[in-house]
């Protein structure tokens, strides 16, 4: 695996373990369809939560709200909704970001995609 991937992965499993600390349920990783992907859809009490996580090794790249654009926004939603009606899901959802540093830098968005669904 390419190191960037690498890193990706493990800013991924460090995102994961530290909703699990939170209370938050896994329920899928890497969920993928052909309009996107999620990175980790849980579960946080009555509402599914689909996570993106970004990893910045840099801090002066910007952080990690600052690396969507507006097509991936489009594409987290897409893939999201992709995820909604496939599991026939009738709960709250919502579209959290996790910035990733390293295992002790990470910044949890809550609710930081608005949806449309």
């Known amino acids: 695996m390419r190191p960037h991937l690498e890193a990706g992965a493990q800013a991924e499993q460090w995102a994961c373990a530290y909703l699990q600390q939170r209370g938050l349920k896994l329920l899928e990783r890497n969920y993928r369809c052909r309009m996107g992907e999620i990175d980790i859809v849980?579960?946080?009490?009555?509402?599914?939560v689909f996570v993106e996580v970004r990893y910045r090794s840099n801090p002066g790249f910007g952080g990690a709200?600052?690396?969507?654009?507006?097509?991936k926004q489009s594409r987290i939603l897409a893939a999201a909704s992709h995820y909604v009606q496939r599991h026939k899901l009738e709960c709250p959802t919502r579209?959290?970001?996790?910035?990733?540093?390293?295992?002790?830098?990470?910044?949890?968005?809550?609710?930081?995609?608005?949806?449309?669904?």
């Open 65 to 71: 709200l600052a690396s969507i654009d507006a097509r």
């Open 95 to 117: 579209i959290d970001v996790v910035g990733v540093r390293d295992r002790i830098r990470i910044d949890w968005l809550s609710n930081a995609i608005e949806s449309a669904w």
């Open 42 to 48: 849980m579960r946080d009490v009555e509402t599914v």
